[in-house]
C-alpha cells in the first residue's frame, strides 16, 4: 500500500501561472486535508473534505481551491500562483468520526511548491 | 479557538527522558489531544492521542491532568534519532467538530551524544 502520495514532490512556478497538486490516498479515509508550512508557521489548514463531493474552508483559504470528485483523491488548485504560495504543501488523511473526532491523520510527503 | 502554547525549544542528552508540556487553556469538552511529531523535509507522524488521564503506546505517554488544560509528552530514553519537532494539537471548536485541527509552531526537541 503507497498510502498517502502527492504530485509533484517539486515545482516552480511564475508569478499568474496556475497549477494543480494532486493528493491520493488507498487508506480508503473519508477525511482529507491540504496545508501548507511556512518556516518557523507550523502548519495550517487551507481546506478539507469530509468525504466524496465535499469540501470546506479551513484557516487560510484566500487564493486556493479545491475538489474532492473521488473518495481517494483530493486536489489543490492555485489559479494565479503570487509569491505569497511559496510554501511546502501537505496533504492528510484520517478516518474522523463525527462527535467523537479522532484527529489521527496521516501525511503525504509533501510537495515543495516556489513561485517567482 | 482552541490554540496551544508549547516551549519553543528544547534540549536533551541521549537516554535521558524527556517530558514537553503543551497548554491548551480552551479545549472544548469533547476534544481529543493528540502529538505529532515531524522529521525535516518529511510530513508529520501521530505519535499519540488521549482524552484524560494517561495513555501509554508503545513510543510515548501522555498524561492529561483533570481539568484537561494542559498535556504532557513523555518520551523515555530519548535517542539522536527523536530529534524533531513534536506539535501538541486540539480540536477547533468552532460549532463543529468536524476535521478542524490547529497546528502551533511546536517544539524543536534537540537531542545530544
Known amino acids: 500500500n503507497a498510502g498517502v502520495t502527492q504530485t509533484p514532490k517539486f515545482r516552480v512556478l511564475k508569478t499568474g501561472q496556475s497549477m494543480t497538486l494532486l493528493c491520493a490516498q488507498d487508506?480508503?479515509?473519508?477525511?482529507m486535508y491540504w496545508y501548507r508550512q511556512d518556516p518557523g508557521m507550523g502548519l495550517r489548514l487551507i481546506h478539507y473534505s469530509v468525504g466524496e463531493g465535499t469540501t470546506a474552508k479551513g484557516e487560510v483559504p484566500d487564493g486556493y481551491n479545491v475538489s474532492r470528485l473521488k473518495k481517494q483523491n483530493f486536489l489543490l488548485g492555485l489559479e494565479s500562483a503570487a509569491p505569497s504560495q511559496t510554501s511546502v504543501y501537505f496533504c492528510?488523511?484520517?478516518?474522523?468520526?463525527?462527535?467523537?473526532?479522532?484527529?489521527?491523520?496521516?501525511f503525504g510527503p509533501g510537495t515543495r511548491l516556489t513561485v517567482t | 479557538l482552541a490554540k496551544t502554547t508549547q516551549p519553543i525549544s528544547m534540549d536533551s542528552y541521549e537516554g535521558q527522558e524527556v517530558n514537553i508540556t503543551c497548554s491548551h487553556n480552551n479545549i472544548a469538552t469533547n476534544d481529543y489531544i493528540t502529538w505529532y511529531q515531524q522529521f525535516p523535509s518529511q510530513g508529520p507522524r501521530f505519535i499519540i492521542q488521549?482524552?484524560?488521564t494517561k495513555v501509554t503506546n508503545e513510543v510515548a505517554s501522555l498524561f492529561i491532568p483533570a481539568d484537561r488544560k494542559s498535556s504532557t509528552l513523555s518520551l523515555p530514553r530519548v535517542s539522536l534519532s527523536d530529534t524533531a519537532v513534536y506539535y501538541c494539537l486540539v480540536g477547533d471548536d468552532r460549532g463543529s467538530t468536524l476535521g478542524r485541527l490547529y497546528f502551533g509552531r511546536g517544539t524543536q526537541l534537540t537531542v545530544w551524544p
Open positions: 492528510a488523511t484520517g478516518q474522523g468520526i463525527e462527535y467523537d473526532v479522532s484527529y489521527e491523520q496521516y
Open positions: 487508506m480508503n479515509h473519508e477525511y
Open positions: 488521549g482524552y484524560k
